[in-house]
Nanobody, 117 residues
Framework: QVQLVESGGGSVQPGGSLRLSCEAS????????MGWYRQAPGKEREFVAH??????????DSVEGRFTISRGSRGNAGDTLYLQMNNLHPEDTAVYYC????????WGRGTQVTVSS
């Protein structure tokens, strides 16, 4: 079983930056993938970025060049996933969900990001 807890959301003006974190607790399968999805009001959940256990990354076209995904190990305590978001746009406003695929899909509860002047 894997537990995911996000943090780091908030409100920022257009052009600003935020860094999201997601602490994953529990044993992860060696070939796991961690990433972020987001859901804006009235829209479906959409892929943002993911990173494999070996460090390979993939981004949605809408965030490529502005967002950076990374991860680090806390040893036996699990991994931490990060999403550095720069040059934020109002259309980035959404609830951001951390997910992990480790033999099955796990989801966090989400953290709100609001970009507004």
């Amino acid at each position: 079983q894997v537990q995911l807890v996000e943090s780091g959301g908030g409100s920022v003006q257009p052009g600003g930056s935020l860094r999201l974190s997601c602490e994953a607790s529990g044993r992860l399968f060696d070939r796991n993938i961690m990433g972020w999805y987001r859901q804006a009001p009235g829209k479906e959940r959409e892929f943002v970025a993911h990173i494999t256990a070996r460090g390979s990354t993939n981004y949605a076209d809408s965030v490529e060049g502005r967002f950076t995904i990374s991860r680090g190990s806390r040893g036996n305590a699990g991994d931490t996933l990060y999403l550095q978001m720069n040059n934020l746009h109002p259309e980035d406003t959404a609830v951001y969900y951390c997910y992990c695929y480790s033999l099955k899909n796990y989801w966090g509860r989400g953290t709100q990001v609001t970009v507004s002047s």
